[in-house]
């Protein structure tokens, strides 16, 4: 394979599933009215279509930052199998206890996945937020990542049909006019039997299914939700590594928010 500029991986690896991947760090609540032990589902499947759960490749580091404080999760990862649709995949689960209140943020870097039809690797840091009692603590700061998305609103703290607003960066750094895909999560996911559910909506058409949008010159995007649930956002080959074993790396920032139904 002959040494791809960025914009031209960032294409050849969109293209490589009619719809996108997604790495997940996934509780079924990020709003906590007090603490509590959660669990953690780490999955790399595609959010809407689940036509395809891919096997995680490992992870370089899982962690949380509370009021400042990092603590080390990768000792708490468990391998499991997680059945999707049409496939089972490998993946992990974990817990965590989030008793202290405020913010607690999990970020997760996966060791890259190789992409056979393209002969390229993918690697997606993904962030997600679980705020305890409503005290606002973590969840804006910046963490100097490879490449990262930093909210500008809060993640959990979103009414169905609000917005979300966020930066991409790299190492600090605004990443302009990013390729942003954006995807719901199109299903209940069981926990107790690691696999997912049946799809909760329907796409019209294809550019429904992963919905894609760009950055501006200072990096920042937003994007009205429509529909209360889990909605994943990620920032297409943005890192600032872009080659692994000797193959291209499309290396990518994710970050999940979740939008309440007002009733």
């Known amino acids: 394979m002959k040494k791809l500029n960025k914009l031209a991986l960032v294409a050849l690896v969109s293209a490589s599933s009619a719809f996108a991947h997604f790495q997940m760090i996934y509780t079924p609540e990020s709003a906590l009215t007090k603490g509590k032990t959660i669990q953690f589902k ?3 499947t595609h959010p809407f279509a689940d036509e395809h759960t891919m096997d995680m490749a490992g992870v370089e580091s899982f962690y ?7 603590k080390d999760l990768k000792g708490t990862l468990k391998k499991i199998t997680f059945k999707g649709n049409h ?6 689960q974990s817990k965590y206890k989030a008793k202290r209140v405020g913010d607690h943020l999990f970020v997760m870097t996966p060791k890259p996945y190789f992409e056979k039809n393209e002969n390229a690797y993918i690697q997606q ?13 973590d969840w804006d700061t910046e963490l100097g990542l490879k490449a990262e998305i930093v909210p500008l ?18 190492k600090g750094k605004v990443v ?4 942003i895909e954006v995807e719901y999560l199109n299903r209940d ?23 894609t949008i760009k950055a501006n010159k200072d990096g920042e995007f937003t994007f009205a939700i429509p529909k209360a649930g889990w909605w994943g956002f990620c920032a297409l ?22 939008a309440k139904p007002m009733k």
């Open 42 to 44: 780490h999955i790399f």
């Open 189 to 211: 996911v069981d926990m107790k039997r690691n696999k997912m559910g049946k799809d909760l909506v329907e796409a019209p058409q294809d550019a429904f299914v992963t919905m």
């Open 87 to 92: 496939n089972s995949g490998k993946g992990y």
């Open 237 to 258: 080959g943005v890192g600032s590594d872009s080659s692994y074993k000797g193959k291209e790396l499309s290396q990518d920032a994710v970050i999940w928010v979740q």
């Open 64 to 70: 949380v930052v509370n009021k400042g404080k990092k």
């Open 176 to 179: 302009p006019y990013a390729e």
């Open 125 to 137: 840091i993904t962030k997600m937020i679980v705020n305890v009692a409503g005290a606002p603590t």
């Open 153 to 170: 609103t809060k993640p959990y703290g979103i009414w169905e049909h609000g917005s979300f607003t966020g930066i991409v960066k790299s």
